[in-house]
């Protein structure tokens, strides 16, 4: 049977037992800060398991993609070098959600089993929890299974999707291989081989782990299993491997045209083909390649993928050419992977165009580190700088290692990496290292739409971490009250300041305010009096910031209606800043925004500006919203209750919003784009200023024009033009100081061959060239080493205070003359370090006044070698 062959059968048995037949989820979860991506079929039903969401269906059956590359299950490392772990594989699931239990999903799974599929029962063994004499009971003496392919398990058998949420015990049931295949049954010595495999696991959710690890019984017990479809499809095709079935063959294919390699063995394609998965999934559900959060573990995959296609002798971008053999794979499956196909492809060629530029230079550097190495681990600070300099994700370096013995300093990695953090971090470290962890009780009433100044009593007190009774004068803390005017951080726009007074007697500086759980917390310092739970306190929030908040939150929605009229529907908002000074608005767009577009999404906002025309908002339900047209994030997860905000002539602005925002569209005052930018692959940044900031950038603007008029000597209408002029007139200057560079390296007029000596027959040549840089150096090396046929040669170039070295010796002596022992020999005597290839090296140093002697000192380096 083939793959897609498979899945229907799956979903068609389920559908006959009355399971509703559900759509595959996106890999992004939706409003669950608890899992990065979607890594099981349970997870798009977490809250029905919890009691919280009800659905017309109590049975329900999906094949659901998912993504384990990062967070608590992750097999990216592994990916390439096992028959069955992937970043990219599809989850066969039903679930009960207080229906079935565990009779009916035994019964279930053993009948699609063996009789469905066919496959012969003394072939399969079944696992349960060894606690669970219920599960066991029925196995053996209901179903029949046998005895001797039957065995309990202890921590193997208990699942749960995160540290916290839906779990509880498990049945399990495995393949057999067959004994000419090693390995022992499941909770046997050898069940870590390849003899077993598990195929099908039965969870019975029973309870709801707490963060502290207790276990709360759910409302109703419930079932959920998970086959992967790539296991069950190489048993149903005989074979081995996950990497051998139907699915997989055809992008190893494609994967083997596209980097030219001709044997279908190399464990490299198989990490191309299994990434080309997860990638082109991961993009297609909004997910763009950058450097934090799922981004970054996407580009972690993408340049895990390239840097195998580099190892199989792939110097071209590729990978992106590989959408097409997906698509064709899966495409029925999955109909947004055909229509998302071009935007996939265009991302994945964008990533590839920009690690290729780094990818050269990162292998140098750590071919270096490796060539260096006196044991057999890479330091944690070369991992670092390979990370922070040259794009390296740490994995990748362990990769690289992994294939030439090596391994990574990790701890040295993670040291330096919590150092760089901890300087990022700097005057927020308050904040994220106290707010964010705190479970803080209460609900706090937002009054802040209607008031900026009100009266409230004070709940709770934190004080570094914990809950206090009292705060003093001078102590930073975080104040909790039973109403606040103060708008906590949340969807895009920031946290208010302010003041919190008792009287003449205590005030409380607020530098922010952020929501946890269901409280708003603010946070800040205590700067006279006391302040102790219960305290009726006046809440004022500062007026000025919060109104130049509103003007830039309001002209957010503007922009971003009128970015849809100017590029078109597609346009979507993949993230947002909203503070006092300026707005920050990220979106889904393909290619940069022209100056003229520019102008008129401009245009747009300030005509809608001038209108002032009243601003609405209102409470409406959901559908009810989007009933209306009201625009909603994808992904994002809505109380049944949302704002509705509309602004604009005619409707033009209509989304859901819990921000602030102004009165009428004519207190935005004016609008003006200050930066458009790309943010990411697909992704365009547009930044903007409103009101008393957008007149002051243009004053900056025409003062700048005035200065750079007055410095060129022309009126400032004739600015452009003359500026141009010198730029042309630099341009060609540099052009002459190249040519000049190259004419003093290549020797002419100052033959570097006159200072060659001989040591035991073999030329040696050590000389300085003055104004000339790393490139240049290059240059003359090769030219002279065609002149001299064998020879030794190093070049100090000097700029400046800076030394430049490059060491270049024919194939002939590189063995006994390494270049690389030959810049490290100089370099250490100037201040610098360097190395390299045993035929090309370079490095650099500082110390002018110590070069003569360094130079010197080769004569005797090489005098040392010649007996070698």
Not at 192 to 221: A, T
Not at 782 to 810: M, Q
Request: with cysteine.
């Amino acid at each position: 049977m083939k793959s897609a062959d498979i899945r229907q059968a799956f979903l068609d048995y389920f559908a006959r037992q009355g399971h509703a037949v559900v759509p595959s989820s996106s890999l992004v979860p939706a409003d669950d800060p608890t899992l990065l991506f979607t890594n099981a079929g349970m997870n798009q039903f977490k809250d029905v398991f919890l009691g919280r969401d009800k659905r017309d269906y109590t049975r329900a059956t999906s094949s659901q993609r998912c993504v384990r590359a990062g967070g608590k299950h992750n097999d990216l490392e592994n990916v390439g070098y096992t028959a069955r772990h992937h970043t990219f594989f599809e989850m066969l699931g039903n679930f009960s959600f207080g229906d079935y239990f565990k009779r009916e999903a035994i019964k279930f799974a053993w009948e699609f089993l063996t009789v469905d599929m066919k496959l012969p029962p003394e072939r399969l063994w079944v696992t349960v929890h060894v606690s669970d004499d219920e599960a066991a009971d029925i196995w053996l003496k209901e179903m029949g299974v046998s005895a001797e392919r039957f065995s309990r398990l202890d921590e193997d058998n208990f699942w749960q999707m995160g540290d916290t949420g839906p779990c509880g015990p498990c049945s399990e049931i495995f393949y057999d291989h067959g004994a000419d295949v090693p390995g022992g049954p499941p909770g046997s010595e050898g069940d870590d081989l390849d003899r077993y495999i598990e195929i099908w696991n039965l969870v019975f959710m029973q309870y709801d782990r707490q963060p502290d690890g207790e276990l709360q019984p759910l409302p109703k017990p419930s079932v959920d299993t998970g086959m992967g479809l790539e296991r069950i499809a190489a048993v149903m095709q005989g074979v081995h491997s996950n990497y051998e079935i139907d699915l997989f063959q055809a992008l190893l294919k494609a994967a083997a045209k596209a980097t030219g390699t001709t044997d279908l063995e190399e464990k490299s394609l198989r990490v191309i083909a299994d990434h080309i998965r997860s990638s082109s999934f991961l993009i297609g559900d909004g997910v763009i390649p950058s450097n934090e959060g799922r981004g970054y573990v996407l580009r972690r995959i993408i340049r895990r993928a390239l840097r195998h296609g580099h190892k199989l002798g792939c110097d071209k971008p590729f990978f992106h050419t590989l959408v097409a053999a997906l698509v064709e794979q899966m495409g029925d499956a999955y109909p947004a992977l055909r229509t998302e196909q071009a935007r996939i492809e265009k991302a994945l060629l964008a990533e590839e165009e920009q690690f290729g530029r780094t990818l050269a230079q990162g292998m140098k550097v750590l071919e270096q580190a490796v060539a260096g190495l006196s044991g057999t681990v890479i330091p944690g600070d070369v991992v670092f700088t390979l990370y922070d300099t040259h794009g390296f994700p740490p994995d990748l370096t362990a990769d690289v290692a992994r294939e030439k013995g090596l391994t990574i300093d990790q701890a040295g990695f993670d040291a330096a990496m919590a150092a760089q953090r901890e300087r990022a971090r700097g005057a927020d470290a308050f904040a994220s290292d106290y707010s964010d962890r705190l479970q803080i009780e209460g609900n706090t009433e937002f009054s802040g739409y209607q008031l900026l100044d009100d009266q409230a009593a004070v709940v709770g007190l934190y004080r570094e971490g914990q809950a206090v009774d009292t705060l003093t004068a001078g102590e930073e803390g975080m104040v909790v009250l039973e109403r606040t005017p103060f708008y906590a951080e949340s969807g895009g726009q920031v946290g208010d300041t302010g003041l919190l007074t008792v009287g003449n007697e205590a005030r409380f500086k607020v530098a922010d305010t952020r929501k946890r759980q269901a409280a708003h917390v603010h946070l800040g310092t205590l700067e006279s009096g006391s302040l102790k739970v219960g305290d009726k306190v006046a809440a004022r929030v500062n007026i000025q910031r919060r109104k130049a908040i509103m003007r830039n939150h309001s002209a957010t929605h503007l922009m971003h209606a009128a970015l849809r009229k100017v590029l078109g529907e597609h346009v979507t908002q993949k993230g947002s800043l909203v503070g006092p000074d300026y707005l920050r608005f990220d979106f889904s767009h393909g290619e940069a925004v022209t100056a003229a577009q520019i102008a008129e999404i401009e245009d747009i906002v300030n005509a809608h500006i001038l209108a002032n025309v009243p601003v609405s908002t209102e409470l409406m339900d959901i559908d009810a919203a989007r009933a209306a047209g009201a625009m909603a994030l994808f992904g994002e997860k809505y109380d049944d209750q949302v704002r509705v905000l509309t602004m604009g002539e005619a409707a033009f602005s209509k989304e859901l919003c819990g921000g602030t925002h102004v009165e009428r569209t004519g207190d935005i005052g004016l609008f003006r784009i200050t930066l458009e930018g790309a943010s990411s692959a697909g992704i365009r940044r547009i930044e903007a200023v409103t009101g008393e900031n957008a007149l002051a950038d243009v004053r900056r603007l025409a003062d700048t024009v005035s200065r750079i008029a007055g410095t060129v000597k022309v009126a400032p209408e004739q600015t452009p033009e003359r500026v141009a002029q010198l730029v042309s007139r630099t341009r060609e200057l540099e052009k002459d100081i190249e040519r000049l560079k190259q004419k003093l390296a290549s020797g002419t007029g100052n033959d570097l061959t006159s200072a060659v000596q001989e040591i035991n027959g073999v030329k040696i040549l050590a000389s300085q060239l003055d104004g000339a840089d790393a490139k240049a150096l290059r240059l003359a090396i090769d030219k002279l080493k065609d002149k001299l046929g064998s020879a030794v040669v190093l070049l100090a170039g000097t700029e400046g205070d800076k030394i430049s070295l490059v060491a270049g010796v024919t194939k002939d002596l590189a063995e006994q003359y390494p270049a690389g022992d030959l810049v490290r020999h100089v370099a250490s005597q100037i201040g610098g370090k360097g190395g390299g290839r045993a035929d090309m090296a370079q490095g650099g140093g500082s110390d002018l006044a110590a070069l003569p002697g360094a130079l010197e000192s080769v004569r005797d380096w090489a005098a040392s070698r010649a007996g070698n």
